[in-house]
């Protein structure tokens, strides 16, 4: 399985190429991400 910190790695490098990027997570992966990102909680 992968892990928290590996999800946000990923979302983290996508992040540095796309001026938007949109990502739906588990509560527990969003809770890896640095407070640095906008988050939606709901729409």
Do not use: K, M, W
């Given at each position: 399985?992968?892990?928290?910190?590996?999800?946000?790695a990923?979302?983290?490098?996508?992040?540095?190429?796309?001026?938007?990027?949109?990502?739906?997570?588990?509560?527990?992966?969003?809770?890896?991400?640095?407070?640095?990102?906008?988050?939606?909680?709901?729409?």
């Open positions: 399985a992968i892990d928290s910190d590996r999800i946000a990923l979302v983290e490098y996508f992040a540095d190429y796309a001026d938007f990027l949109v990502v739906a997570l588990l509560p527990e992966d969003a809770q890896a991400l640095d407070d640095e990102f906008t988050r939606v909680t709901s729409i």
